[in-house]
């Protein structure tokens, strides 16, 4: 696992989004009470540290993070909560075209 950069855990601790699992609304569970970042998007064979690609889950949702219908939920969240300064910085990443797909099965997202 990718260490998180100074600057971008300062971003992650200040925003409000990441004191609880960002899960919790989507897929019904139980959170434990610790709470992990999840670096949601590999890109060029590493861990991304753009804030906006790195979810809070709680431990045991991100103990399940591959199981496919979670991984879809996580990637619909991580889209839609990416800036067009983000796709920037991420040129060649194909998957924010998904993000039509994800809205029709998901909804609208609501942070």
């Not at 696992?1 to 569970?29: A, E, F, N, W």
């Not at 591959?66 to 969240?77: A, F, G, H, P, S």
Request: aromatic share 10%.
């Amino acid at each position: 696992m990718r260490k998180i950069s100074k600057k971008t855990l300062g971003v992650l601790l200040d925003d409000k989004r990441m004191k609880t699992c960002q899960l919790r609304r989507y897929i019904p569970h139980v959170c434990s009470q610790k709470i992990e970042f999840h670096h949601n998007l590999i890109y060029g064979g590493k861990q991304s540290d753009i804030p906006n690609t790195i979810i809070a889950l709680c431990s045991d949702i991100h103990a399940q993070e591959k199981r496919k219908d979670i991984k879809e939920v996580l990637d619909w969240i991580m889209i839609n909560q990416m800036t067009e300064r983000d796709f920037s910085l991420i040129p060649k990443w194909t998957g924010r075209y998904k993000i039509g797909y994800l809205n029709k099965k998901y909804g609208q997202y609501k942070p």
